[in-house]
């Protein structure tokens, strides 16, 4: 029986491609993950639907909420100001959000010098863009992605905070938000039946009473 020596060849240099390959594979386990979801995170998203939610921004410095009017911004606000609702649209894979008042519809930003601003919407928003925080005491902190280490911030009189001069473990940048009075999702009626000892349903419980004010 007489052996093909060129077969028995690329047969050999066939299988030393496969182990490539399957070396190759195995190698994927040491790529870094982390720096591609942050990547996806930071990219915006101009496929998906936009989120817009309507929320008051409660300053925890000032106790008061974040105001857009116009061109300036103020933590002036009372609960149920109109200048105090905001839309917070959000448009990316990740935390980034842009914050408009619903009165005014002018964009709360941040210029070069870190001074918080008001502007119309214009061809570039890069400056009114803040990257979303939730804080281990439960409140939001809202840093410029355009600005890193930058924040939203007011003093104890409802001023504007210039970024530089702001941390993220400062009171001045924690803020919790509010839905608008008459805006506040009501809970949920859930309806269950149930069957007793006898075979008879009863009707569960669909939600608190209604009570006369």
């Known amino acids: 029986m007489q052996c ?15 182990l490539c390959g399957l070396l190759q594979v195995l190698a994927v386990d040491n790529v870094d993950f982390g720096a591609h979801v942050e990547n996806q995170t930071g990219a915006r998203d101009s496929l998906s639907r ?6 008051q921004l ?37 935390s980034q ?3 408009r008042g619903k009165e005014t519809n002018f964009y709360l930003c941040m210029n070069r010098k870190g001074k918080l601003v008001g502007r119309k919407a214009s061809g570039r928003m890069d400056e009114c863009v803040f990257v ?3 804080l281990e005491n439960n409140y939001t902190a809202w ?30 940048v924690h803020f919790m938000k509010r839905f608008p009075p008459g805006e506040q999702p009501g809970p949920q009626n859930c309806g269950f039946t149930t069957i007793g000892k006898r075979g008879r349903r009863t009707r569960g419980n669909r939600g608190p009473p209604h009570t006369q004010p």
């Open 50 to 55: 936009k989120h817009h939610r309507v929320y």
């Open 97 to 99: 959000v842009r914050i």
């Open 143 to 172: 840093m410029s992605a355009h600005y890193s280490g930058w924040y939203m911030g007011f003093t104890k009189k409802g001023r504007p905070r210039r970024g530089p001069q702001t941390r993220a473990n400062q009171r001045d």
């Open 4 to 18: 093909n020596l060129p077969s028995v060849f690329a047969i050999c240099v066939q299988i030393l491609l496969l």
């Open 132 to 134: 979303e925080m939730v």
């Open 58 to 94: 409660y300053s925890r410095t000032s106790g008061k909420h974040v105001q857009v009017l116009g061109r300036k911004i103020l933590a002036r606000g009372e609960d149920g100001d109109k200048f105090a609702q905001v839309v917070v649209e959000a448009d990316t894979f990740g």
